[in-house]
């Protein structure tokens, strides 16, 4: 069960020692079972955009504080950049304008973010877009540095539970100076951001797992080397994605496809799906019509209604294990089959209210065979949560694992068809033997592989050229405005 609390940067320093004196033993003969224990989630969303000249970005985002956040309840919620959009009206030059920050920093207080959790709830950082035009850190221009939420360079902070430590790394990857528009969507880490990153995974050492957060995909980062010469492929050896020992999965993007990312960590198994918002119901956003009225609060909007969303957590996903970092092997051990669902209680539209039913219906297959063995629902609900137990939406179906350690992929199903009559499903590829999955991510995967900011850097004459036709060519999902997230341990 989730109840933890994050610590300071101090007491990270001063607990450092102990933690990695008693990380190695104890998880070994962890079984996943029917336990609400061992499990927290959180989410993250990114490419915000809010923009004065184009409204339906801010919208979604309104909609996100007021219909996605209470429905899921995470434990905190991590923005990684583009917080503003900072583009003309002709979409050609760039500026940082003070309402789209003011219409930021007025939603998160307006939504309660601020002080969720004594304040330790909501984590942001920079983006291309939110240091357009930004001379420096100091400079009056970087409006980020008092309108966000961490108005800081990055932030770090640990989250500490009864079965273990988890770290939370954001790093600032903006070019210093950051250019205008159209030149700054390679990110820039240089000695000083090295240093201060190796003294931060210096200081998760004993960690469960280590999260690292950047606005800048690892391909479009020119990466300098810390003052003892380490570059980032010496730090990321405990992390790295090629050959699998790191994840980087790009989220897409909050201001056109309204996505946000919810992450499970359960027995230390990591877990995540994407979830796209009830666009076509999302109404205008109420932006200032004039710069004049950009101190006026704005409204976020009632809670729309949803369909059910759901995250397996055991088995997990095999396209995305990380079996140099993960415990890959209680799959093989595990006695139940974990999956968190969120339904929402708003009544739908009437024409639903027929289908009205006492509780959720949910069906389960494994290779397109009916899952027989019955699911319960073993977390905490809504209304039965305190200060002790956080709501956490948890079912658990009996299974018997051995069955399916074949050596081959499996595919295991959940439907789930809410109160209302509204239904949703979740497909989920998986091994027993603790292998990873083939993601097939063709041209997708390669772009993540490729060193994009190394090739343009050892192409200096071409460098304008090669970005312009490689970013307008490509999803935004995987290379300019998508933040990156990984993980490591």
């Known amino acids: 069960m989730y109840n933890a609390k994050v610590q300071s940067r101090q007491q990270q320093e001063q607990e450092q020692k102990q933690q990695q004196e008693n990380q190695t033993s104890s998880q070994d003969n962890v079984v996943i079972g029917d336990s609400k224990d061992n499990i927290f989630y959180f989410v993250q969303v990114s490419d915000l955009h809010i923009s004065t000249f184009r409204k339906a970005s801010t919208a979604n985002f309104y909609t996100f504080l007021s219909t996605a956040l209470p429905l899921v309840d995470p434990a905190f919620v991590v923005v990684t950049g583009d917080l503003t959009d900072a583009k003309d009206q002709q979409l050609v030059g760039s500026m940082q304008y003070v309402d789209e920050w003011v219409t930021y920093k007025n939603a998160l207080e307006e939504s309660g973010v601020l002080k969720k959790r004594n304040g330790t709830f909501w984590h942001d950082l920079r983006g291309n877009h939110d240091c357009f035009n930004v001379p420096d850190w100091d400079s009056k221009e970087n409006m980020y540095a008092d309108m966000s939420a961490t108005k800081t360079p990055g932030f770090m902070f640990d989250v500490k539970t009864e079965y273990g430590k988890y770290g939370f790394i954001g790093i600032d990857a903006c070019p210093k100076p950051g250019p205008a528009r159209p030149y700054n969507f390679f990110g820039l880490f240089e000695t000083p951001d090295m240093d201060s990153l190796a003294r931060r995974l210096t200081l998760s050492q004993g960690n469960n797992h280590t999260f690292v957060f950047s606005h800048y995909p690892v391909t479009t980062t020119m990466f300098g080397q810390t003052s003892t010469g380490a570059s980032f492929a010496d730090l990321s050896k405990s992390f790295t994605y090629?050959?699998?020992?790191?994840?980087?999965?790009?989220v897409g993007d909050m201001k056109q496809n309204g996505?946000?990312?919810i992450m499970v960590v359960d027995h230390d198994m990591i877990s995540f799906t994407d979830v796209s918002m009830p666009m076509t119901t999302i109404p205008p956003a109420i932006m200032p019509a004039h710069p004049d009225d950009a101190f006026k609060r704005p409204a976020l909007g009632r809670r729309l209604p949803t369909n059910p969303i759901i995250v397996v957590s055991n088995p997990k996903d095999s396209r995305y294990l990380i079996p140099k970092h993960e415990p890959v092997n209680r799959i093989a051990t595990s006695t139940h089959i974990r999956f968190l669902v969120w339904t929402d209680s708003q009544a739908p539209p009437p024409e639903y209210h027929e289908h009205m039913r006492k509780d959720i219906k949910i069906e389960l297959r494994i290779d397109g065979q009916p899952h027989l063995n019955p699911s319960t629902f073993v977390?905490?609900?809504?209304?039965?949560?305190?200060e002790e137990e956080e709501f956490l939406p948890l079912y658990v179906s009996e299974w018997d694992a051995q069955k399916y350690n074949d050596g081959k992929e499996h595919e295991l199903e959940v439907k789930v068809v809410d109160r209302y009559g509204r239904v949703s499903s979740s497909?989920?590829?998986?091994?027993?033997d603790g292998q990873r999955s083939d993601m097939k991510g063709g041209f997708a995967e390669w772009v993540m592989w490729a060193n994009v900011a190394l090739m343009v850097s050892l192409s200096q004459e071409f460098s304008l050229v090669v970005s312009h036709s490689h970013y307008s060519n490509c999803s935004n999902a995987f290379i300019v405005f998508s933040a990156t997230f990984q993980t490591t341990s």
């Open 379 to 386: 977390g905490v609900r809504e209304h039965d949560k305190n």
């Open 242 to 250: 090629q050959p699998t020992h790191f994840l980087e999965l790009e």
């Open 259 to 261: 996505i946000y990312r």
């Open 427 to 432: 497909t989920t590829v998986f091994r027993v």
